[in-house]
């Protein structure tokens, strides 16, 4: 019962954010305003993380099985993405590559913040 109900905080979280897709004329996806209000209402201490922390680690421990339907439509589109494969191909190593050296330089760029406060 406790995941249900933490499960359905999720759910409404997800919910509000699509509200707030629908009413703000934003090119912003539902998905991206339910996170934002996640994270407000963890770091306000709206919500506390005991309340969603055990659906939570449930949902990140299944999200591989999440992303099979989406590559079952891809190979239904076989004959679509075939001419321009090589394109996709290229742009997503690129863009892969891109957004690693991003995150490791900003994360590197974060401990060693912290490491010259703790020294100081």
């Known amino acids: 019962m406790k995941y249900l109900k933490q499960f359905g905080i999720i759910l409404f979280i997800s919910f509000l954010g699509e509200i707030l897709h629908a009413v703000i004329p934003l090119p912003i996806p539902a998905s ?10 963890l ?10 922390r055990n659906s939570g680690k449930f949902l990140i421990e299944i999200m591989p099985l999440m992303f099979i339907p989406a590559a079952v439509g891809l190979l239904d589109s076989w004959s679509v993405l075939r001419p321009i494969l090589i394109s996709v191909a290229v742009i997503t190593v690129v863009t892969t590559v891109a957004v690693m050296a991003v995150s490791g330089t900003v994360t590197q760029m974060i401990i060693r913040r912290d490491r010259r406060k703790k020294d100081e």
């Open 43 to 52: 770091m306000m201490h709206i919500l506390p993380l005991s309340m969603v």
């Open 32 to 41: 991206i305003y339910g996170l934002v209000l996640m994270l407000s209402a």
